[in-house]
Structures are given as structure tokens and as C-alpha cells.
């Protein structure tokens, strides 16, 4: 059986403050989520669907599980969601707390349970064992600069959604 290459980097302490760029994506990259989200005011915007609106809602629900994370951007595209996280030190004992994997983790199993909530009422078509593709990407952020590309990436993947490397149709 093939090994599985683990994606996070081995020295790096992933509960440390600062920026992380993450980016999840559904498994076999079905566009679970709909139609590709267009920009209105300061968030994304696309038709809803029970998919779309799941992971929306669990993303605004990030700092409330974990106070010393942020979402600073995000969007939620057919088959993939980006999230620019920041973690933030505790006054008292200058880390943050939960590791950027507990994050990622918890995030995934609260919408997973929402969609089988959603999938056993009826609204949503059932999925095959697992909503998630296995782990996730993600980048350190280091420095403004880089902060500022993924930023700028977020809020411009939807209008560059076919080109996107996670593109289908």
C-alpha cells in the first residue's frame, strides 16, 4: 500500500502564533458546495445550497469553539474552501492553545455531522463514506507580504475558478 506523504512540516510547531493559509478540499473534488461564489460587499456570495450554507456557517462558528483563532478571509468554492487563519497568544501563557490540526479537525467533523443531519433529512444527496478529502494544505504565513498574497488570493479565486488547479466542471 502506498504511504501517504504527511503534509505538515515536521520541525514547525503548528499551535505558534500567526497567519496560516488553509485550504480544504472535498473528496475526489465533487463540487459539493454549488456554483462558484461571486463577491459582494466584504464576503462571498452564491447560491445557497444545505452544502454551501454548512460550511459557511461552521466557519463563523472557528473562533467561537478556539477565542485564540481567528478567521481573517475566507471562501467557500465548489469543491474547496480557503481559510486564512490567524492564531493568537494567550495573555498568560503565550501560545495559542489548540494546534492548527485540532482546528482544521474539529471543522471538519462538525460540518461532516451537519451533513449527515442534512443528508438523512433529505436535502442533500449522500456522499460515499466521507465529505473531506484526507488532511488538508495549508502554508505558514511569514510576513505581511505573504499575508497580504493570501489574502488577495481568496478574494480573487472565485473570479479565476476556471482556471483554479482544483477545477471542475
Known amino acids: 500500500m502506498e504511504q501517504r506523504k504527511h503534509p505538515r512540516l515536521s520541525y514547525y510547531d503548528y499551535a505558534t502564533p500567526g497567519g496560516y493559509f488553509v485550504t480544504i478540499c472535498v473528496k475526489k473534488r465533487r463540487p459539493l458546495f454549488g456554483d462558484v461564489p461571486f463577491r ?17 456557517y461552521w466557519i463563523a462558528r472557528i473562533s467561537e469553539k478556539y477565542p485564540s483563532w481567528t478567521v ?9 474552501v480557503h481559510l486564512l487563519l490567524q492564531a493568537h497568544a494567550c495573555e498568560a501563557a503565550g501560545h495559542v492553545g489548540p494546534a492548527l490540526q485540532d482546528v482544521v479537525r474539529w471543522y471538519k ?52 475558478w476556471a482556471e483554479d488547479e482544483y477545477y471542475s466542471d
Open 109 to 160: 467533523t462538525m460540518t461532516t455531522n451537519a451533513f449527515i443531519r442534512v443528508v438523512k433529512a433529505g436535502e442533500m444527496p449522500p456522499f460515499d463514506k466521507t465529505v473531506w478529502q484526507a488532511s488538508f494544505y495549508d502554508e505558514v504565513i511569514r510576513g505581511q507580504d505573504h499575508y497580504l498574497r493570501a489574502w488577495q488570493y481568496i478574494d480573487d479565486n472565485p473570479a479565476h
Open 40 to 56: 459582494v460587499g466584504r464576503g462571498p456570495c452564491a447560491p445557497p445550497n444545505a452544502a454551501r450554507m454548512i460550511a459557511e
Open 72 to 80: 481573517d478571509n475566507w471562501v467557500v468554492m465548489p469543491n474547496h
